[in-house]
Every structure is written in C-alpha cells, then in structure tokens.
C-alpha cells in the first residue's frame, strides 16, 4: 500500500492550483511522496539515502550513485519537497484506500456463499477488481471519493463481475450494493460518466 499512498499524496499535491508540473518537478515531487508514504506506512527497511540512490538512477539510468555532495543537495531537496508535500495536504496524511473495501467484500461472499463459487471464480473476480482499482490510481478518483473509498472498491467489484460474467450472490435477492449499503445508482452513474 506504500506505492498507493505515494501515488495520492502526489495527486493531492498537483490537485492545488498553486502547485503545477511546470513549477514543480514531478520526479522530485513523486520521490518525496514515496519517501514520505514510506514513512507513514511504516515500511521498514528503505533509508534516505536507498531512496536518492534509486530516484537518481531512475532519472538518469546510465549515471552511477551520485558523489557525497550531490547526495547531500539531492537529500536536502528530498526533505525540502516533503515538507511542501505535508504543507499542502495540510499535514493530512490519512488515506484511507479502495483496497480494504474490495477485501472485506470478497471475505464476506467467501463465508456467507461459499458453495455458490468456484474458487477460481473468485480468484478471477478478486484480481481483475484488484487491477482496477490499481489502475485507479493513474486517474483523480482517489481524490474524488477521498471520503468514500468503498465506491471505488464496489465500482471495481461491478466492472470485474461484468467482464467475468458473473452474478454476484445476495441473501434476498436484493441488489447486492443494497446488501453492503452503497446505493446502486451512485455506482452505475460513476462508472458510466
């Protein structure tokens, strides 16, 4: 989830009009996203100086681990642009992500339909919905539906249930959003527009 938290922080950074690409590099912002979501995630193991050597060997992949001075000014702008980055999500690091939501559902179907699936079939439906919400991340929803992550979850329960062909089990027969309560229009109408 490290990678997912970074990928927003960079979005709610470029989302302020103050904060353009043109103004901001986006490699020195995204570094310092990562570093930071390190950090918050409580990924252990990578230090400052793993995170300049492998953002400058990304930049520039035929350049060799930069001297003591550079690596000294590339850590300096490193702490520099997360301090910008916690200014302008004003210290507001909590992500709370689509992910969680995706799994809750698929244990849940797990226990109550267990008999209904082929285990592959749930496989499929798990990554494929998994995938999407992945691939979430390249676009704004994160920030659209920073307050209600479930729906991003669901939408991608939805897709991945109609790529699969597969009806998703309810209790009563009621729409199966209806049973987790997330209205099934605000869903459709998402996925559609």
């Not at 992500?97 to 008999?115: C, D, M, R, S, W």
Request: aromatic share 12%; net charge negative.
């Amino acid at each position: 989830m490290t990678t997912a938290t970074a990928i927003v922080y960079c979005h709610r950074f470029y989302i302020d009009d103050n904060h353009s690409f043109k103004d901001y590099d986006k490699y020195d912002i995204s570094t310092a996203a990562l570093y930071l979501a390190i950090k918050v995630e409580e990924t252990g193991g990578i230090s400052m100086n793993d995170i300049v050597k492998y953002s400058h060997k990304i930049r520039d992949v035929n350049s060799s681990f930069p001297n003591d001075e550079i690596r000294e000014k590339k850590k300096a702008s490193l702490r520099r642009n997360e301090i910008m980055i916690l200014n302008g999500m004003r210290f507001n690091m909590k992500i709370e992500h689509p992910h969680k939501y995706l799994l809750y559902y698929i244990n849940t179907v797990q226990e109550l339909f267990a008999g209904q699936f082929v285990d592959t079939e749930l496989r499929n439906l798990t990554q494929i919905a998994w995938d999407f919400l992945n691939d979430s991340l390249k676009t704004t929803l994160c920030i659209q539906y920073y307050n209600r992550p479930k729906y991003i979850a669901y939408a991608s329960i939805y897709l991945a249930s109609m790529i699969l062909k597969i009806d998703l089990p309810t209790e009563n027969g009621e729409n199966w959003l209806d049973t987790i309560n997330v209205p099934a229009g605000e869903i459709e109408s998402k996925i559609w527009t």
